[in-house]
Protein backbone atom coordinates (compact mmCIF):
# COMPACT_ATOMS: atom_id res chain seq x y z
CA UNK A 1 0.00 0.00 0.00
CA UNK A 2 2.84 2.37 0.44
CA UNK A 3 4.85 3.48 -1.87
CA UNK A 4 8.78 2.11 -1.21
CA UNK A 5 11.10 3.35 -4.50
CA UNK A 6 10.05 7.10 -4.42
CA UNK A 7 12.16 9.73 -5.01
CA UNK A 8 15.65 8.75 -5.48
CA UNK A 9 17.99 8.22 -8.78
CA UNK A 10 19.50 5.01 -8.92
CA UNK A 11 20.63 4.85 -12.67
CA UNK A 12 24.39 4.99 -11.88
CA UNK A 13 23.57 1.87 -10.11
CA UNK A 14 20.82 0.26 -11.97
CA UNK A 15 23.23 -2.08 -14.09
CA UNK A 16 26.95 -2.01 -11.57
CA UNK A 17 25.20 -3.29 -8.71
CA UNK A 18 23.26 -5.80 -9.78
CA UNK A 19 26.30 -7.20 -11.32
CA UNK A 20 28.59 -7.06 -8.82
CA UNK A 21 26.60 -8.90 -6.50
CA UNK A 22 25.93 -11.32 -8.93
CA UNK A 23 29.19 -11.92 -9.34
CA UNK A 24 30.10 -11.94 -5.51
CA UNK A 25 27.32 -14.10 -4.75
CA UNK A 26 28.54 -16.76 -7.50
CA UNK A 27 32.04 -16.77 -6.02
CA UNK A 28 31.11 -17.15 -2.66
CA UNK A 29 28.32 -19.73 -3.61
CA UNK A 30 30.78 -21.70 -5.37
CA UNK A 31 33.29 -21.47 -3.06
CA UNK A 32 30.77 -22.53 -0.36
CA UNK A 33 29.49 -25.63 -2.34
CA UNK A 34 33.34 -26.97 -2.90
CA UNK A 35 33.87 -26.57 0.67
CA UNK A 36 30.35 -29.04 1.08
CA UNK A 37 31.10 -31.07 -1.45
CA UNK A 38 34.67 -31.81 0.54
CA UNK A 39 32.27 -32.77 3.24
CA UNK A 40 29.64 -34.24 1.52
CA UNK A 41 32.71 -36.80 0.30
CA UNK A 42 34.32 -37.51 3.53
CA UNK A 43 31.05 -38.62 5.37
CA UNK A 44 30.47 -40.85 2.09
CA UNK A 45 34.03 -42.54 2.45
CA UNK A 46 33.64 -42.61 5.79
CA UNK A 47 30.34 -44.32 6.31
CA UNK A 48 30.76 -46.82 3.20
CA UNK A 49 34.37 -47.59 4.41
CA UNK A 50 35.28 -46.99 8.10
CA UNK A 51 34.18 -50.64 8.35
CA UNK A 52 37.14 -51.83 6.07
CA UNK A 53 40.62 -53.05 7.29
CA UNK A 54 42.92 -53.79 4.77
CA UNK A 55 45.55 -56.45 5.62
CA UNK A 56 48.78 -56.74 2.77
CA UNK A 57 50.42 -59.83 2.99
CA UNK A 58 53.54 -59.74 1.54
CA UNK A 59 56.02 -62.46 -0.02
CA UNK A 60 59.30 -62.96 1.74
CA UNK A 61 61.87 -62.45 -1.55
CA UNK A 62 64.18 -64.85 0.26
CA UNK A 63 62.45 -67.70 0.83
CA UNK A 64 62.79 -70.52 -1.97
CA UNK A 65 59.52 -71.28 -1.85
CA UNK A 66 57.31 -67.43 -0.83
CA UNK A 67 54.33 -68.66 -3.03
CA UNK A 68 53.65 -71.62 -0.07
CA UNK A 69 54.44 -69.51 2.72
CA UNK A 70 52.29 -66.77 1.89
CA UNK A 71 49.68 -69.15 1.60
CA UNK A 72 50.63 -70.40 5.45
CA UNK A 73 50.50 -67.19 6.41
CA UNK A 74 47.24 -66.05 5.01
CA UNK A 75 45.71 -68.81 6.43
CA UNK A 76 47.06 -67.78 9.82
CA UNK A 77 45.88 -64.40 9.67
CA UNK A 78 42.39 -66.13 8.98
CA UNK A 79 42.69 -67.70 12.35
CA UNK A 80 43.89 -64.81 14.09
CA UNK A 81 40.66 -62.88 12.48
CA UNK A 82 38.15 -65.53 12.99
CA UNK A 83 39.56 -65.28 17.20
CA UNK A 84 39.33 -61.29 17.16
CA UNK A 85 35.74 -59.84 18.26
CA UNK A 86 34.32 -57.64 16.27
CA UNK A 87 35.01 -58.79 12.97
CA UNK A 88 32.01 -59.35 10.82
CA UNK A 89 33.59 -61.16 7.81
CA UNK A 90 36.78 -61.01 6.31
CA UNK A 91 37.96 -62.18 2.59
CA UNK A 92 41.47 -63.41 1.11
CA UNK A 93 41.81 -62.88 -2.58
CA UNK A 94 43.03 -65.98 -3.83
CA UNK A 95 45.87 -65.86 -6.65
CA UNK A 96 43.89 -65.58 -9.78
CA UNK A 97 42.04 -62.39 -8.05
CA UNK A 98 45.05 -61.49 -7.58
CA UNK A 99 46.29 -61.47 -10.97
CA UNK A 100 43.01 -60.25 -11.82
CA UNK A 101 43.37 -57.59 -9.92
CA UNK A 102 47.17 -56.30 -10.83
CA UNK A 103 47.03 -57.10 -14.49
CA UNK A 104 46.21 -53.74 -15.96
CA UNK A 105 49.52 -52.54 -14.09
CA UNK A 106 52.03 -55.78 -14.59
CA UNK A 107 51.00 -56.77 -17.60
CA UNK A 108 49.35 -59.79 -19.49
CA UNK A 109 52.60 -61.97 -19.29
CA UNK A 110 51.92 -63.29 -15.84
CA UNK A 111 49.78 -65.81 -15.22
CA UNK A 112 48.96 -68.13 -12.52
CA UNK A 113 51.27 -70.79 -13.47
CA UNK A 114 54.26 -68.69 -13.47
CA UNK A 115 55.32 -68.89 -9.74
CA UNK A 116 56.01 -65.03 -9.51
CA UNK A 117 55.55 -64.21 -5.67
CA UNK A 118 52.68 -61.65 -5.62
CA UNK A 119 51.55 -59.89 -2.15
CA UNK A 120 48.34 -60.61 -1.64
CA UNK A 121 45.13 -59.03 0.27
CA UNK A 122 42.54 -59.83 2.74
CA UNK A 123 39.48 -57.51 2.58
CA UNK A 124 38.07 -57.25 6.80
CA UNK A 125 34.47 -56.05 7.64
CA UNK A 126 34.03 -55.06 10.47
CA UNK A 127 31.06 -55.12 12.78
CA UNK A 128 29.22 -51.75 13.45
CA UNK A 129 28.03 -52.89 17.28
CA UNK A 130 31.12 -54.45 18.77
CA UNK A 131 34.44 -52.55 18.26
CA UNK A 132 37.75 -54.34 17.13
CA UNK A 133 40.64 -53.33 19.77
CA UNK A 134 42.95 -52.33 16.35
CA UNK A 135 46.11 -51.74 18.63
CA UNK A 136 45.95 -55.53 19.69
CA UNK A 137 45.20 -56.77 16.70
CA UNK A 138 47.85 -54.92 14.96
CA UNK A 139 50.22 -55.87 18.07
CA UNK A 140 49.06 -59.20 17.07
CA UNK A 141 49.55 -59.40 13.51
CA UNK A 142 53.19 -57.58 13.88
CA UNK A 143 54.15 -60.39 16.26
CA UNK A 144 53.37 -62.72 14.26
CA UNK A 145 55.23 -61.99 10.99
CA UNK A 146 56.67 -58.31 9.83
CA UNK A 147 55.76 -59.32 6.18
CA UNK A 148 51.96 -58.48 6.59
CA UNK A 149 51.10 -54.38 7.02
CA UNK A 150 47.54 -54.15 8.05
CA UNK A 151 46.00 -50.67 7.09
CA UNK A 152 42.75 -49.28 8.33
CA UNK A 153 41.13 -46.81 7.16
CA UNK A 154 41.30 -44.72 9.96
CA UNK A 155 44.52 -43.73 9.51
CA UNK A 156 44.08 -43.03 5.98
CA UNK A 157 41.32 -40.92 6.51
CA UNK A 158 42.42 -39.06 9.32
CA UNK A 159 45.12 -38.08 7.03
CA UNK A 160 42.31 -36.74 4.52
CA UNK A 161 40.20 -34.75 7.15
CA UNK A 162 43.03 -33.16 8.44
CA UNK A 163 43.88 -31.35 4.88
CA UNK A 164 40.03 -31.30 4.20
CA UNK A 165 39.45 -28.89 7.18
CA UNK A 166 42.35 -26.87 6.17
CA UNK A 167 41.44 -26.36 2.53
CA UNK A 168 37.48 -25.78 4.55
CA UNK A 169 39.58 -22.72 6.39
CA UNK A 170 40.97 -21.62 3.87
CA UNK A 171 37.76 -21.88 1.40
CA UNK A 172 35.88 -20.00 4.46
CA UNK A 173 38.37 -17.37 4.62
CA UNK A 174 38.22 -16.62 0.63
CA UNK A 175 34.03 -16.43 1.19
CA UNK A 176 34.63 -14.22 4.19
CA UNK A 177 37.12 -12.19 1.98
CA UNK A 178 34.17 -11.89 -0.93
CA UNK A 179 31.73 -10.71 1.29
CA UNK A 180 34.12 -7.88 2.99
CA UNK A 181 34.42 -6.61 -0.74
CA UNK A 182 30.96 -7.20 -1.22
CA UNK A 183 30.15 -5.00 1.70
CA UNK A 184 32.69 -2.40 0.56
CA UNK A 185 31.70 -2.24 -3.19
CA UNK A 186 27.82 -1.59 -1.54
CA UNK A 187 29.32 1.25 0.56
CA UNK A 188 30.72 3.06 -2.23
CA UNK A 189 28.03 2.28 -4.40
CA UNK A 190 25.62 3.85 -1.91
CA UNK A 191 28.08 7.01 -1.29
CA UNK A 192 28.25 7.79 -5.47
CA UNK A 193 24.28 7.25 -5.14
CA UNK A 194 23.44 9.62 -2.48
CA UNK A 195 26.24 11.99 -4.19
CA UNK A 196 24.24 11.69 -7.46
CA UNK A 197 21.00 12.33 -4.86
CA UNK A 198 22.12 15.33 -2.92
CA UNK A 199 19.50 17.86 -4.62
CA UNK A 200 17.32 14.90 -3.76
CA UNK A 201 17.92 14.45 -0.16
CA UNK A 202 17.40 18.72 0.14
CA UNK A 203 14.43 18.75 -1.04
CA UNK A 204 13.50 15.70 1.32
CA UNK A 205 14.87 17.43 4.16
CA UNK A 206 12.87 20.73 3.04
CA UNK A 207 9.54 18.75 2.94
CA UNK A 208 10.02 17.12 5.83
CA UNK A 209 11.75 13.83 5.64
CA UNK A 210 13.36 12.18 8.56
CA UNK A 211 16.76 10.87 8.09
CA UNK A 212 15.38 7.91 9.10
CA UNK A 213 12.58 7.77 6.52
CA UNK A 214 15.55 8.95 3.62
CA UNK A 215 17.84 5.91 4.97
CA UNK A 216 15.06 3.38 4.79
CA UNK A 217 14.10 4.29 1.44
CA UNK A 218 17.56 5.00 0.17
CA UNK A 219 18.55 1.70 1.56
CA UNK A 220 15.37 -0.56 0.44
CA UNK A 221 16.13 0.93 -3.18
CA UNK A 222 19.44 -0.23 -3.01
CA UNK A 223 18.66 -3.56 -2.01
CA UNK A 224 16.29 -4.16 -4.69
CA UNK A 225 19.42 -3.37 -7.23
CA UNK A 226 21.41 -6.38 -4.54
CA UNK A 227 18.98 -8.58 -4.04
CA UNK A 228 17.73 -9.04 -7.99
CA UNK A 229 21.70 -9.21 -8.52
CA UNK A 230 21.89 -11.87 -5.28
CA UNK A 231 19.25 -13.70 -7.00
CA UNK A 232 20.88 -14.20 -10.52
CA UNK A 233 24.27 -15.26 -8.52
CA UNK A 234 22.39 -17.86 -7.08
CA UNK A 235 20.86 -19.20 -9.62
CA UNK A 236 23.82 -19.69 -11.65
CA UNK A 237 25.97 -20.80 -9.42
CA UNK A 238 23.03 -23.80 -8.59
CA UNK A 239 22.99 -24.13 -12.55
CA UNK A 240 26.67 -24.68 -12.40
CA UNK A 241 26.59 -27.19 -9.44
CA UNK A 242 24.56 -28.91 -11.40
CA UNK A 243 26.32 -28.91 -14.63
CA UNK A 244 28.77 -30.53 -12.71
CA UNK A 245 26.65 -33.15 -10.82
CA UNK A 246 25.54 -34.21 -13.92
CA UNK A 247 28.75 -34.09 -15.88
CA UNK A 248 30.15 -36.37 -12.98
CA UNK A 249 27.42 -38.39 -13.47
CA UNK A 250 28.65 -39.61 -16.80
CA UNK A 251 32.25 -40.55 -14.80
CA UNK A 252 30.39 -42.70 -12.99
CA UNK A 253 32.41 -45.61 -13.00
CA UNK A 254 35.91 -43.13 -12.96
CA UNK A 255 38.36 -42.52 -9.79
CA UNK A 256 35.55 -39.80 -8.79
CA UNK A 257 32.38 -42.21 -8.63
CA UNK A 258 31.65 -41.06 -5.03
CA UNK A 259 31.80 -37.53 -6.37
CA UNK A 260 27.69 -37.23 -5.86
CA UNK A 261 26.06 -35.09 -3.15
CA UNK A 262 22.67 -34.55 -2.23
CA UNK A 263 20.28 -32.24 -3.33
CA UNK A 264 20.46 -29.98 -0.34
CA UNK A 265 23.44 -28.66 -1.67
CA UNK A 266 21.25 -26.00 -3.41
CA UNK A 267 19.40 -25.23 -0.59
CA UNK A 268 22.43 -24.59 1.61
CA UNK A 269 24.25 -22.46 -0.70
CA UNK A 270 20.95 -20.32 -0.16
CA UNK A 271 22.92 -19.22 2.80
CA UNK A 272 25.52 -16.99 0.48
CA UNK A 273 22.61 -15.20 -1.14
CA UNK A 274 21.05 -14.69 1.98
CA UNK A 275 24.14 -13.46 4.22
CA UNK A 276 25.20 -11.14 1.30
CA UNK A 277 21.63 -9.57 1.40
CA UNK A 278 22.19 -9.01 5.55
CA UNK A 279 25.83 -7.86 4.57
CA UNK A 280 24.38 -5.45 1.95
CA UNK A 281 21.83 -4.22 4.24
CA UNK A 282 24.27 -3.31 6.95
CA UNK A 283 26.41 -1.46 5.00
CA UNK A 284 24.04 0.48 3.31
CA UNK A 285 22.20 1.68 6.06
CA UNK A 286 25.52 2.60 7.76
CA UNK A 287 26.62 4.29 4.80
CA UNK A 288 23.74 6.21 4.29
CA UNK A 289 23.38 7.13 8.16
CA UNK A 290 27.07 8.31 8.16
CA UNK A 291 26.77 10.72 4.83
CA UNK A 292 23.62 11.99 5.87
CA UNK A 293 25.20 13.41 9.20
CA UNK A 294 27.61 15.05 6.73
CA UNK A 295 25.18 16.49 4.92
CA UNK A 296 22.37 18.18 7.50
CA UNK B 1 -9.06 19.83 10.54
CA UNK B 2 -6.88 19.47 13.16
CA UNK B 3 -5.71 23.55 12.62
CA UNK B 4 -9.58 24.23 14.63
CA UNK B 5 -6.97 23.42 17.86
CA UNK B 6 -4.77 25.67 17.41
CA UNK B 7 -4.41 28.55 20.02
CA UNK B 8 -4.66 31.52 17.56
CA UNK B 9 -3.34 34.50 19.94
CA UNK B 10 -0.37 32.52 20.12
CA UNK B 11 2.65 33.45 17.41
CA UNK B 12 3.47 29.88 15.64
CA UNK B 13 6.39 31.80 13.73
CA UNK B 14 8.25 34.49 16.17
CA UNK B 15 11.40 36.06 15.03
CA UNK B 16 13.32 38.18 17.88
CA UNK B 17 16.35 40.59 16.82
CA UNK B 18 17.18 38.17 14.06
CA UNK B 19 20.20 38.75 11.73
CA UNK B 20 21.34 36.63 8.93
CA UNK B 21 24.60 37.12 7.04
CA UNK B 22 26.47 34.51 4.66
CA UNK B 23 29.56 33.45 4.98
CA UNK B 24 30.91 36.05 7.44
CA UNK B 25 29.64 38.94 4.90
CA UNK B 26 27.43 41.82 5.44
CA UNK B 27 23.78 40.89 7.74
CA UNK B 28 22.00 41.16 5.10
CA UNK B 29 18.66 40.97 7.72
CA UNK B 30 19.31 43.07 10.47
CA UNK B 31 17.32 43.39 13.59
CA UNK B 32 13.85 41.50 12.23
CA UNK B 33 11.28 41.04 14.79
CA UNK B 34 8.28 39.45 13.69
CA UNK B 35 5.26 38.02 15.28
CA UNK B 36 2.70 35.65 12.72
CA UNK B 37 -0.60 34.26 14.37
CA UNK B 38 -2.17 30.92 13.29
CA UNK B 39 -4.62 32.34 10.44
CA UNK B 40 -2.69 35.00 9.25
CA UNK B 41 -2.38 36.27 5.99
CA UNK B 42 0.69 38.12 4.70
CA UNK B 43 2.95 39.28 1.70
CA UNK B 44 6.33 39.64 1.94
CA UNK B 45 7.90 42.77 -0.69
CA UNK B 46 11.12 44.40 -1.25
CA UNK B 47 13.13 44.63 -4.47
CA UNK B 48 14.98 42.05 -5.82
CA UNK B 49 18.44 41.18 -3.14
CA UNK B 50 16.06 42.69 -0.25
CA UNK B 51 16.17 39.66 1.47
CA UNK B 52 12.57 37.82 0.86
CA UNK B 53 13.96 34.66 -0.01
CA UNK B 54 16.44 34.56 2.96
CA UNK B 55 13.65 35.79 5.61
CA UNK B 56 11.21 32.98 4.27
CA UNK B 57 14.00 30.52 4.57
CA UNK B 58 14.38 31.28 8.43
CA UNK B 59 10.82 30.79 8.69
CA UNK B 60 10.94 27.20 6.76
CA UNK B 61 14.39 26.13 8.85
CA UNK B 62 16.43 26.25 5.84
CA UNK B 63 18.62 28.68 7.13
CA UNK B 64 19.96 29.10 10.89
CA UNK B 65 20.32 32.81 12.06
CA UNK B 66 23.38 34.64 12.46
CA UNK B 67 22.13 36.47 15.91
CA UNK B 68 18.46 36.21 17.56
CA UNK B 69 16.11 33.67 18.08
CA UNK B 70 13.73 31.86 15.62
CA UNK B 71 10.49 30.12 17.40
CA UNK B 72 8.00 28.15 15.09
CA UNK B 73 4.98 26.51 16.63
CA UNK B 74 6.70 27.90 19.83
CA UNK B 75 9.75 25.45 19.37
CA UNK B 76 12.82 27.12 19.64
CA UNK B 77 15.33 26.49 16.79
CA UNK B 78 18.50 26.41 18.72
CA UNK B 79 17.00 23.58 21.07
CA UNK B 80 15.29 21.23 17.63
CA UNK B 81 16.09 18.18 17.64
CA UNK B 82 16.54 16.85 13.79
CA UNK B 83 13.05 15.07 13.88
CA UNK B 84 11.93 17.32 15.36
CA UNK B 85 12.60 20.08 12.71
CA UNK B 86 11.53 17.05 10.20
CA UNK B 87 7.63 16.93 12.26
CA UNK B 88 7.65 20.98 11.83
CA UNK B 89 8.58 20.90 8.67
CA UNK B 90 6.04 18.39 7.68
CA UNK B 91 3.89 21.09 8.97
CA UNK B 92 4.48 23.39 6.31
CA UNK B 93 3.97 23.71 2.71
CA UNK B 94 6.64 25.71 0.54
CA UNK B 95 6.85 26.89 -2.75
CA UNK B 96 10.38 27.93 -3.59
CA UNK B 97 11.16 30.41 -5.91
CA UNK B 98 13.33 27.71 -8.23
CA UNK B 99 10.43 25.20 -7.82
CA UNK B 100 12.96 22.82 -6.44
CA UNK B 101 11.16 20.24 -7.92
CA UNK B 102 13.06 16.02 -8.76
CA UNK B 103 13.52 15.91 -12.73
CA UNK B 104 13.56 12.51 -12.30
CA UNK B 105 9.69 12.20 -11.19
CA UNK B 106 6.41 13.01 -12.97
CA UNK B 107 4.17 15.77 -11.88
CA UNK B 108 2.19 13.01 -10.07
CA UNK B 109 4.93 12.00 -8.20
CA UNK B 110 6.97 15.33 -7.43
CA UNK B 111 3.24 16.45 -6.16
CA UNK B 112 2.92 13.31 -4.06
CA UNK B 113 5.81 13.74 -2.12
CA UNK B 114 4.98 15.58 1.30
CA UNK B 115 2.00 12.68 1.32
CA UNK B 116 4.10 9.61 1.14
CA UNK B 117 6.76 11.25 3.38
CA UNK B 118 4.12 11.68 5.76
CA UNK B 119 3.30 7.81 5.30
CA UNK B 120 -0.33 8.38 3.33
CA UNK B 121 -1.10 5.50 1.64
CA UNK B 122 -1.18 5.29 -2.12
CA UNK B 123 -5.02 4.52 -2.23
CA UNK B 124 -5.38 8.56 -0.73
CA UNK B 125 -2.66 9.43 -2.22
CA UNK B 126 -4.02 8.32 -6.13
CA UNK B 127 -7.37 9.84 -4.82
CA UNK B 128 -6.46 13.21 -4.04
CA UNK B 129 -3.37 14.36 -6.47
CA UNK B 130 -4.72 14.03 -9.31
CA UNK B 131 -8.22 15.92 -8.37
CA UNK B 132 -5.40 18.90 -7.34
CA UNK B 133 -3.77 18.61 -10.81
CA UNK B 134 -6.43 18.81 -12.34
CA UNK B 135 -7.62 21.84 -10.41
CA UNK B 136 -4.15 23.61 -11.24
CA UNK B 137 -4.56 22.67 -14.62
CA UNK B 138 -1.86 20.05 -15.40
CA UNK B 139 -4.30 17.13 -16.14
CA UNK B 140 -2.83 16.21 -19.23
CA UNK B 141 1.00 17.00 -17.99
CA UNK B 142 0.55 14.25 -15.20
CA UNK B 143 2.92 11.97 -16.05
CA UNK B 144 5.34 14.35 -17.36
CA UNK B 145 8.61 15.00 -16.32
CA UNK B 146 9.47 18.84 -14.81
CA UNK B 147 11.65 19.40 -17.47
CA UNK B 148 9.27 19.41 -20.35
CA UNK B 149 7.15 21.77 -19.04
CA UNK B 150 6.97 25.88 -18.95
CA UNK B 151 8.17 27.86 -16.17
CA UNK B 152 4.69 28.53 -15.12
CA UNK B 153 3.70 24.80 -15.12
CA UNK B 154 6.28 23.83 -13.29
CA UNK B 155 5.49 26.87 -10.83
CA UNK B 156 2.21 25.12 -11.02
CA UNK B 157 3.36 21.87 -9.94
CA UNK B 158 5.62 23.37 -6.79
CA UNK B 159 2.44 25.12 -5.67
CA UNK B 160 0.71 21.78 -5.94
CA UNK B 161 3.40 20.29 -3.71
CA UNK B 162 3.16 22.69 -1.45
CA UNK B 163 -0.27 22.73 -0.73
CA UNK B 164 -1.40 19.06 -1.11
CA UNK B 165 -0.49 17.99 2.48
CA UNK B 166 -2.93 20.96 4.14
CA UNK B 167 -0.37 22.53 5.77
CA UNK B 168 -0.56 24.92 8.57
CA UNK B 169 1.80 27.25 7.77
CA UNK B 170 2.21 28.21 3.29
CA UNK B 171 5.27 29.71 2.62
CA UNK B 172 5.28 30.91 -0.97
CA UNK B 173 8.38 32.60 -2.67
CA UNK B 174 7.36 34.60 -5.46
CA UNK B 175 4.59 31.66 -6.73
CA UNK B 176 2.92 33.52 -9.40
CA UNK B 177 6.24 35.06 -11.33
CA UNK B 178 5.83 33.00 -14.26
CA UNK B 179 1.84 32.97 -14.62
CA UNK B 180 0.10 35.31 -16.32
CA UNK B 181 -2.42 37.12 -14.60
CA UNK B 182 -5.47 35.03 -14.42
CA UNK B 183 -3.65 32.51 -13.07
CA UNK B 184 -2.32 34.36 -10.47
CA UNK B 185 -5.57 35.30 -9.42
CA UNK B 186 -6.78 31.66 -9.76
CA UNK B 187 -3.41 30.87 -7.59
CA UNK B 188 -4.40 33.10 -4.83
CA UNK B 189 -7.85 32.32 -4.82
CA UNK B 190 -6.03 28.93 -3.52
CA UNK B 191 -3.90 30.19 -1.32
CA UNK B 192 -7.51 32.62 -0.08
CA UNK B 193 -9.00 29.00 0.29
CA UNK B 194 -6.65 27.41 2.20
CA UNK B 195 -6.31 30.31 4.60
CA UNK B 196 -10.33 30.63 5.50
CA UNK B 197 -9.29 26.70 6.59
CA UNK B 198 -6.92 27.94 8.82
CA UNK B 199 -3.46 27.82 6.84
CA UNK B 200 -1.28 30.76 7.47
CA UNK B 201 0.05 32.09 4.30
CA UNK B 202 3.17 34.27 3.88
CA UNK B 203 3.69 35.26 0.33
CA UNK B 204 6.35 37.18 -1.18
CA UNK B 205 5.53 39.15 -4.21
CA UNK B 206 6.39 41.52 -6.77
CA UNK B 207 2.70 41.65 -8.09
CA UNK B 208 1.06 45.40 -6.90
CA UNK B 209 -1.59 44.21 -8.55
CA UNK B 210 -2.51 41.40 -6.51
CA UNK B 211 -1.22 43.09 -3.20
CA UNK B 212 -4.23 45.98 -4.05
CA UNK B 213 -6.58 43.53 -5.08
CA UNK B 214 -6.51 41.05 -2.13
CA UNK B 215 -5.71 43.47 0.43
CA UNK B 216 -3.75 41.44 3.43
CA UNK B 217 -0.85 43.11 5.15
CA UNK B 218 2.81 43.65 3.61
CA UNK B 219 5.82 43.31 5.08
CA UNK B 220 8.07 44.85 3.17
CA UNK B 221 12.03 44.30 3.40
CA UNK B 222 14.48 47.08 2.48
CA UNK B 223 17.90 47.37 3.59
CA UNK B 224 18.28 44.07 5.23
CA UNK B 225 15.15 46.02 7.74
CA UNK B 226 11.42 44.68 7.93
CA UNK B 227 8.88 47.23 8.26
CA UNK B 228 5.16 46.09 8.23
CA UNK B 229 2.69 48.18 6.25
N1 LIG C 1 23.41 31.29 -0.21
C1 LIG C 1 23.84 32.58 -0.24
N2 LIG C 1 25.14 32.84 -0.07
C2 LIG C 1 25.59 34.11 -0.07
N3 LIG C 1 24.82 35.16 -0.28
C3 LIG C 1 23.49 34.99 -0.46
C4 LIG C 1 22.95 33.66 -0.46
N4 LIG C 1 21.60 33.75 -0.66
C5 LIG C 1 21.35 35.07 -0.78
N5 LIG C 1 22.46 35.81 -0.67
C6 LIG C 1 22.54 37.28 -0.71
O1 LIG C 1 21.62 37.77 0.25
C7 LIG C 1 20.94 38.87 -0.27
C8 LIG C 1 19.44 38.64 -0.22
O2 LIG C 1 19.13 37.65 -1.15
P1 LIG C 1 17.67 37.01 -1.25
O3 LIG C 1 17.24 36.65 0.10
O4 LIG C 1 17.69 35.97 -2.26
O5 LIG C 1 16.83 38.28 -1.75
P2 LIG C 1 15.47 38.32 -2.57
O6 LIG C 1 14.81 37.02 -2.41
O7 LIG C 1 14.70 39.44 -1.93
O8 LIG C 1 15.80 38.61 -3.96
C9 LIG C 1 21.48 39.13 -1.66
O9 LIG C 1 22.45 40.11 -1.60
C10 LIG C 1 22.07 37.80 -2.04
O10 LIG C 1 23.17 37.98 -2.90
MG1 LIG D 1 14.19 35.71 -3.78
Known sequence: MFKTDIAFKTDINKGFLPFITAFMVFLASITFATALIGNNLANDWNTHMSNNITIQVLPDMKSKNPQKEIEERIKNITKILQQTPGIKSHYAMNLKETVELLKPWIGDFINNEIDIPLPRIITVETSNIIPVNMRALNDEIKNYSSLIKLETYETWMYEFKKTLSAVQTLLGIIIILILSTTAITISYATKSGLNINKKVINIMHMVGATNKYITNQFSRQMMKLSISGGIVGYMFSCFTIFLIKTFSKDLNDGIIANFQFSSYIYLYILIIPILAGIISKTSATLTIKKELKKMV | ?229
Open chain 2, 1 to 229: MSKGSIDTTKPIISLQNVGLRYNGGPEVLKDINLEIKAGEFYFLTGASGAGKTSLLKLMHLAHRPSRGKVKIFGHDLDYMKPDEMATIRRKIGIVFQDYHLLDHLSVMDNISLPLRISGRNEKYIHKHVPELIEWVGLKNFINTKPKSLSGGQQQRVAIARAVINNPEILIADEPTGNVDEDMAKKLLFLFLELNKMGTTIIIATHSTNLIKQFRFPVLHLKDGYLTKE
